[in-house]
């Protein structure tokens, strides 16, 4: 007897009755097993860079992700970075903590792929030798996790000379020092590297693994044995980033009559203040000087009227349409309210996955935008002239947002967010263009229960912003953290030494002078 | 789609993804599958809406030679041979130009061996002095159990062949390979640097990528490594027939009707004794293909991507009502139904897109069955069997009937199950008179009975 079928109230998924709590993928799940992603490469190769990007879009189209980072571990072990000679290779006492960096390292992609949902683990570190390789097979062999390596080989000295700049000079590792010094030793630490460096070979010792060669950064790939879904996506992903420096604009189309009248939806044309945004847009488009600026627009008269006023040729994505609001369309908040007091109530509950009836939910544009997203990373500089939810969508894209958060980003209109990509992240400016406009942002309501519980499932298509490190930042009072465990007692004790104790501090410049403050990424703006 | 591009104009098109049109050439010794990529592509891209054509020098020397005799014509040291062959390729070269600079195509893929460097320098050439982008596919490949198997499943059967038995033949095409291996220079890491090429291993457990310039190449990379020649078949079916389409109303998400349910359990009857190993099974979101999945008993998965097209306005009318309430509509749909799109519903060009992704996957998959609907799976159906835009809408997907497609020699066999269950039908030909003031019953022609 087939079973009886039930659809749930917030996604509109047929599913098996006994089963609708269950929240349900908006495609197939294609990634049983997890996988390990291995980098492998010289230091300041773009490991890290790749590592938290790809991460970021995995994790956006609702692949938990996350990444390990074994400089972090690292820098947790050993608080006070010293020179380069930590990294000689004959520097054994540094090379056993190194050691059990990694296998903690391990321990926690372990954890976090069996027990905590994850279903792809980055394991962002050299992994230069076959030995260390050979490790982390095994480790993935023990596990049942697929592995995937992503190297990065690079010989341009403008290339690595300009990373280190970008994110070397500023890291923890040299707070104390200039950027001169800074950029001397991180040089000395690549020579560390290169002695024992075995790249992988695709002709003989590792032809048997599946993996990716990123060549002078995009330049030339070398793609061995891809073994499913993930691989390709992740292979085709690498394959259309790149670094050139660029500017991507993302705004709404002009206040529209219906934006007026609060109306969802529809397709409606501009009014007469949305006229004079798309004029004041031109302008600013203009003084904006840009080089080669490509349009981009949905296939709604509001967003392709607003682009009519650039006088610059501009090409429509039916892919960047608003959110179908089905039943709902055209109509006004309260009018839904009236009418379907019940799907009203159900979207607040759980704005991400609600799906209007014979409509769309947040989960379903994710997959719709997923194309022009790809796109958007083949292109250098781009304006985008949308609507509120598809550009949340996008925003989550760029600035790292989970499912939960979405929703509720703040797009309003007649404002255009400058996205400028810098460091690993995105500097993000709000730009307002100064002509007034009705404001058509709900937020999350107070009085609302929150619905099922944001665990993490492993069959579910939610966007998650790329968790935290494991490590936790360094803070100089806390001395009760339990040791690493399976670290010999000495190198445990070392983790529990505050600052002032160094035994680590080796010949070699030391490199320490008056501090000034930490890590400066540039985070993205809220 | 073939014949679906409005030649030049980039405000029609979704994405205009190639500024100037591409030169695909395809590069590689004989029986390295340079043909089968050829067709493949050609089929991928024109479903996709970018209006391809291959151009293989094969054919060429065959409609100038008439009659083959050995592999001796390919011989290098025979003058005679080299005079033709190179006035074949030529001659080709000279159909590209046409069809890229006159005729409206966007992308030329250049069939032949290509392997000397030499050849390769005239073709950029010719591409640079055309306006021409120029993107190499080359096969590599040593295994002789491939090759072997590739001389079987298309060289034996080739006009070059009609009069030979098989040994005869592979002996034969075997030297004809050895006329081209001394001579053969395959593109060299550092020589072709600055050449924008995908250099395929092995069938495809290697690939070399280089210099990807634009979102086409992205796009064609991305198709070659997701495809495989692994025997396998795809089934392809409707759910069984549903409340709505006794009614003869279209779209809607009604569950299934008495007999779709019989359908169902002989669906499962059917699956069983193919026995088919490792057996997906995919369906919509929406109720009726769920339904007819829940009865194999078997896992599936859903794809909101393989919904029915969204008739929009007209969802859940018959065909009667949107004559009576959309008249103007409903004839426009006769005159281009590949493009036309239901006022705030969808094109069948939007499904093409859409499903897109679907295809890409299917493309990975092996065994697989789709339990999807008419529209749907007329354009999956159209991906496989190469139809163009025009013949697309009207492909024949009637209810309770199984397509089985197996992939051989450079196409997809199909075979045509019946599961003896009756049920409505619901296709509805392209009528005579599809002009906007045509009467009532001019325009309800072709309507299909129902309830």
Request: aromatic share 8%; charged share 25%; with cysteine.
């Amino acid at each position: 007897m087939p079973r009886e079928l039930t659809q749930n109230r917030i996604q509109k998924i047929w599913v098996p009755t006994k089963d609708d709590r269950r929240r349900a993928a908006g495609a197939p799940n294609f990634a049983n097993p997890p996988t390990v992603i291995v980098m492998v490469g010289l230091p300041a190769r773009g490991k890290t860079y790749m590592s938290k990007k790809l991460t970021r879009y995995l994790n956006w189209i609702g692949m938990p992700t996350k990444v390990f980072n074994v400089g972090e571990y690292r820098r947790e072990a050993v608080k006070n970075y010293s020179s380069y000679d930590f990294f000689k290779p004959d520097n054994e006492y540094a090379v056993k903590i190194r050691q059990q960096c990694a296998l903690a390292a391990l321990r926690d992609v372990k954890s976090y792929l069996k027990d905590e949902g994850g279903q792809v683990a980055v394991f962002d570190a050299t992994n230069t030798t076959r030995e260390r390789r050979d490790m982390i097979l095994k480790f993935g062999s023990e596990n049942s996790f697929k592995v995937f390596f992503i190297e990065s080989v690079c010989d341009d000295p403008n290339v690595i000379a300009s990373n280190i700049m970008e994110v070397k000079v500023s890291c923890p590792d040299y707070r104390d020092c200039n950027k001169t010094e800074a950029m001397l030793d991180f040089h000395r630490r690549i020579e560390c590297y290169k002695t024992s460096y075995q790249p992988l070979d695709p002709d003989q010792h590792d032809r048997d693994l599946s993996f990716i060669k990123v060549i002078d950064v995009g330049r030339r790939f070398l793609v061995n044995r891809i073994q499913d879904h993930i691989q390709s996506k992740i292979v085709y992903y690498l394959m259309n980033i790149h670094v050139q420096p660029r500017t991507i604009y993302l705004c709404r189309h002009g206040e529209s009559t219906d934006n007026l009248e609060g109306r969802l939806g529809g397709d409606s044309g501009l009014s007469p203040r949305g006229k004079q945004f798309s004029a004041a847009l031109a302008r600013f488009v203009e003084e904006q000087q840009l080089k080669n600026l490509k349009v981009w627009t949905s296939q709604l008269c509001r967003s392709i009227q607003t682009a009519e006023h650039l006088g610059v040729p501009y090409e429509q994505w039916k892919a960047l349409n608003e959110i179908d609001a089905g039943l709902c369309e055209e109509m006004t908040y309260d009018e839904v309210k009236e009418k379907f007091p019940e799907e009203f109530a159900l979207r607040d509950e759980d704005k991400y996955y609600y799906r209007y009836p014979a409509g769309e939910s947040y989960q379903d544009l994710v997959q719709r935008v997923e194309p022009v997203i790809m796109e958007l990373e083949r292109q250098e500089n781009v304006l985008v002239i949308c609507h509120q939810a598809v550009m949340r969508c996008l925003l989550a894209y760029f600035l790292d947002k989970s499912a939960d958060e979405m929703p509720y980003l703040k797009c309003p209109l007649h404002t255009v967010l400058k996205l400028t990509p810098v460091a690993y992240g995105c500097k993000v400016e709000s730009i307002s263009l100064n002509v007034e406009a009705v404001n058509t942002h709900r937020d999350r309501p107070e009085e609302v229960k929150r619905g099922p519980g944001t665990l993490i499932r492993r069959n579910s298509v939610t966007p998650l912003t790329s968790p935290e490190s494991n490590i936790k930042k360094p803070r100089i009072d806390d001395l009760d953290e339990a040791p690493i465990q399976e670290l010999p007692p000495s190198v445990a004790s070392l983790a529990l030494c505050s600052p002032s104790h160094l035994p680590l501090a080796l010949a070699g410049q030391d490199l320490r002078r008056s501090s000034s403050g930490c890590h400066d990424f540039l985070q993205p703006c809220q | 789609m073939r014949g679906s591009c409005h030649p030049k104009n980039t405000r029609d098109r979704a994405v205009c993804m190639t500024n100037c049109p591409t030169l695909i050439v395809t590069v590689g010794l004989p029986a390295r599958g340079k043909t089968y990529i050829s067709k493949k592509l050609t089929r991928y891209l024109n479903w996709i809406g970018v209006p391809t054509k291959e151009f293989n020098v094969g054919q060429y020397r065959r409609e100038c030679l008439k009659i083959y005799k050995s592999f001796e014509f390919f011989r290098p040291d025979n003058e005679e041979g080299l005079k033709i062959r190179r006035q074949c390729a030529t001659s080709a070269l000279n159909d590209v130009r046409q069809y890229l600079s006159v005729e409206g195509g966007q992308v030329a893929v250049f069939d032949a061996t290509n392997t000397t460097r030499e050849r390769r320098g005239t073709i950029v050439k010719f591409a640079e002095q055309n306006g021409f982008k120029v993107f190499f596919v080359e096969s590599v490949c040593e295994d002789p159990d491939v090759i072997a198997q590739n001389i079987v499943q298309v060289k034996l059967g080739s006009p070059d062949y009609l009069h030979c038995n098989s040994e005869e033949a592979i002996e034969d095409f075997m030297k004809r390979i050895k006329c081209y291996e001394s001579s053969y220079q395959p593109l060299d890491e550092v020589l072709d640097r600055d050449l924008s090429y995908i250099k395929i291993m092995d069938v495809g457990r290697r690939y070399l990528v280089n210099r990807v310039v634009d979102h086409i190449q992205s796009r064609i990379v991305y198709y070659l490594m997701n495809i495989h020649i692994t025997p396998r078949s795809i089934y392809l079916c409707r759910h069984g027939e549903s409340d709505l389409n006794i009614k003869g109303r279209i779209g809607g998400d009604s569950g299934l009707s008495a007999r779709g349910k019989e359908f169902a359990k002989h669906l499962r009857k059917f699956i069983q004794e193919q026995n088919i190993k490792d057996l997906k099974v995919w369906t919509s979101q929406m109720k009726r293909t769920i339904q007819t999945a829940e009865c194999l008993g078997v896992p599936y998965e859903q794809w909101k991507s393989l919904n029915e097209i969204d008739a929009g306005v007209c969802e859940e009318m018959m065909y009667e009502e949107i004559q009576e309430h959309y008249p103007l509509e409903f004839a426009l749909r006769d005159q281009d139904k590949y493009r036309y799109r239901y006022p705030k519903g969808e094109s069948y060009e939007d499904l093409v897109q859409r499903l897109e992704p679907v295809i890409m996957e299917l493309e990975r998959q092996e065994n697989i069955l789709v339990i999807c609907h008419q529209a749907v799976m007329r354009c999956l159906l159209a991906y496989f069997l190469d139809k163009t835009a025009d013949e697309l809408p009207y492909l024949n997907c009637p209810l309770h009937t199984v397509l089985k497609l197996t992939p051989v020699a450079y196409g997809c066999k199909v075979e045509s199950v019946y599961l003896g269950v009756d049920s409505v039908n619901t296709h509805r030909d392209r009528p005579e008179n599809v002009n906007v003031q045509r009467s009532t019953e001019d325009a309800l022609q072709t309507v299909p009975a129902h309830f």
